[in-house]
């Protein structure tokens, strides 16, 4: 009874209340600072970074007391109180200093959004990302130096203006891209590090700089000008010792694949990155090989297609394929030769890029180009001819594709059949013709799942309505189940009336209405919140799981949905009781040692547990669902004093309806006082053994009525016997099998 009161699962850990910072969290930013410590490149970031902070403070300091110096007259005023004495003052014009911040500011930015709009890229392709960093500071350094030869307004907007149009547009996505060689994981705990400390820590130091330099040393701003040319010196050893360790860096990163080639945009037309990806070609490591092509696929260089042209000829598919697809970005028909020699390749995508390649190129017309392979006599390459016209055809050459050509490719039993079949029933997603739809049932009984896939996928595309059946019956397939779930979720909101009446359906196995929750979740509309809230009621325990999880999925990606709080309010209700019925069950059971009894107890504590997630998961539709996650990680922690502090979490943050029927399951009450909670609330009161059964035997649960009938072995009463002989009929095969098992050892005894 005491492990099923303190069963807490190991995979959640942790206190997540934002009054302290636990050791765990501690422990993480120690981990963060040391690992920059043990990076040079890091270290490095951290630096440039740090300086930046620091002489931003100081050029503002300069240009604001610059500019409030220049709209500052003297004026001879009465000293008042003393009649005929007077004396001089300095007033500021402010509405001349607001309007001149105005402009400036006004055009700062627009400068800034024209050199991050046009020149950006350009510099990035000239100067890569060693040269671009030092273009702040070398600005910066000019700016200084003219406010120490000539101090005033017009230096101070020079200042200023470099700062701020060159800090928010080149340098910033020059400091982005110096994160690129870092491992994603390292960058999303450096960045945090650095927007929390370092921007706040060294701010501050700049702050302190300048009282030092103003109140207590009395500098001018000509002379704080020569501490910024100090600390932008200093910057500028470190940027010039960045350039070198960011290649070094980036050619470790390339050799261990660490840089998502899908996040490359802008970040491959430093020149420094790609001769450092042109090297890694020549190596003899495919996959790198492979992994450098991908990141080149979408940069047009005339030296990069030159590199990459001998990798046609490779032995290995992929990296040709890749190779294909840089060399096809260049738009150039100086390949054309060579591309021309892949027309007979034995890789279906490279036969297939290839032949857009040389159709795109064709110097007469590439409509007559494609026509001839799409009736080419071998099969390989007619399927990579249709798929050639899908991937990257026009409508006018999509056309081109007729039943005759489609039905061949279905019908073929040659070598690379599969791939016919494939892409044929691909082009009927991409098609979209009724007219075709007889040949595409030819494949719906396909030996191969990949095909079947393929089918399931194109039936998607099309939405067609009286295939829904058949996409049903593959949700209980496991190799077609994820296919199936994409290809319902494509239909949209006007499928959700059927799917809402397959979840209801009992005849309909289990396996197909639980995922069903899931498409659903992918319609992101208040209908389908609406249909998913009515099963919180009504639905069987192991269905209910489902429609809650697709209803927390609903409810983290789309903010806008509403949520019934009554219907939610009651499942919460019914959560509570079943955990509580649970508990009561387990204090009677508590003596049982036969093998039967244990099968029910070890049922029972895990519906116990099963209970407490549900209870947190409709908690997360009520609540900010981050706070409730968090809630839970807490309260399933070891520490005692992490759970305390879950539970007062929690107790701030339910109102006074729930709290009083969740908080007795989460606090670590007495059992004697939770067991008379749970009669106070609900009225549950089992006077004995049997009848704990028999309301067990009722339940929505199958699996606890199995375990109930199979312990019901040796207890004699009226109403148990009467439910067990009802369960002889359940739709559940397991119980039923149970039941008239018991039935007959009962009859025997």
Known sequence: ?????????????????????????????????????????????VG????????????????????????????????????????????????????????????????????????????????????????????????????????????????????????????????????????????????????VFVDRWFRGLAGGLLLLCTMWLGLTIRQISFVVIGLVIIWLILAVMMRREYINSFRTALAKRRINPDELTLNIADGHVIKTLIASLSGTNMRQTAYALDMLAEVRDRTIADAVRPLL??????????????????????????????????????????????CRHDPINRIDKLKIFLNDENKFVQAAAVSAAVTYGT?????????????????????????CRIEAARAFGILRRPSLNHLLQKLQNDPSPEVVNQVITSIGYQADRQLIPWLMDKLGQKNHRAAARAALASYGQSILGTLNDYLNDGDIDISIRSSLPRVMSHIPHQETVDLLSLGLDRSDPRLKYYIVK???????????????????????????????EILQILQIHRNSDTPHGRLLAKALIEKQDHNLEQIFRLLGLSYPAHDIYNAYLGLKSNQRNIRASAVEFLDNLLTNDIKKYIMPVLDDIPLEMALRKGETLFG?????????????????????????VFASQGIVSPDLDRAILNTQNDPDPVTRETAQLIVKIRELD
């Open 313 to 358: 000829n490779s032995k290995n598919g992929p990296v040709r394929q890749k190779a294909l697809r840089v060399i096809s970005y260049q738009e150039e028909d100086r390949f054309l030769i060579d591309v021309t020699r892949l027309l007979n390749d034995r890789d279906p995508l490279v036969l297939r890029d290839a032949i857009a390649f040389v």
């Open 550 to 580: 697709g209803l927390n999925r609903l409810r983290s990606n789309h903010s806008e949905l509403r949520f019934s709080e009554s219907k939610i309010d009651k499942a919460l209700m019914q959560e509570t009781k079943s955990y509580f």
């Open 684 to 708: 549950i009161r089992f006077a004995s053994f049997a009848e704990a059964l028999t309301h067990l035997i009722d339940g929505r649960d199958s699996w606890l009525r199995t375990c109930a």
């Open 395 to 419: 409508a006018e050459e999509q056309d081109l594709i007729n039943q005759e050509i489609l039905a061949g490719l279905i019908d073929y039993r040659g070598p690379d059949c599969e791939f």
């Open 48 to 195: 440039i970074i740090a300086l930046t902070m620091m002489v931003a403070s100081f050029v503002d300091y300069q240009f604001k007391i610059e500019s409030r110096a220049a709209f500052t007259t003297e004026q001879i005023v009465d000293v008042p109180g003393k009649i005929g004495e007077t004396e001089v003052r300095e007033v500021v014009d402010s509405k001349k200093l607001t309007s001149f911040l105005g402009s400036f500011y006004g055009w700062l930015s627009l400068v800034s959004f024209i050199l991050q709009a046009i020149f950006t890229y350009r510099f990035i392709r000239i100067l890569g990302v060693g040269g671009i960093i030092m273009f702040l500071p070398l600005g910066l350094l000019a700016g200084s130096a003219a406010m120490v030869l000539y101090p005033g307004l017009l230096a101070a907007i020079f200042l200023r203006g470099k700062d701020g149009s060159i800090k928010y547009s080149v340098d910033k996505t020059g400091r982005e891209l110096l994160f690129l060689p870092v491992p994603l994981d390292v960058k999303k705990r450096t960045k945090l590090f650095i927007d």
């Open 1 to 45: 009874l005491h492990l099923s009161r303190n069963v807490q699962p190991d995979r959640l850990r942790g206190n997540y209340l934002g009054e302290k910072k636990n050791k765990k969290n501690k422990e993480k930013m120690s981990q963060v600072v040391g690992t920059i410590k043990r990076s040079r490149h890091l270290t490095l970031i």
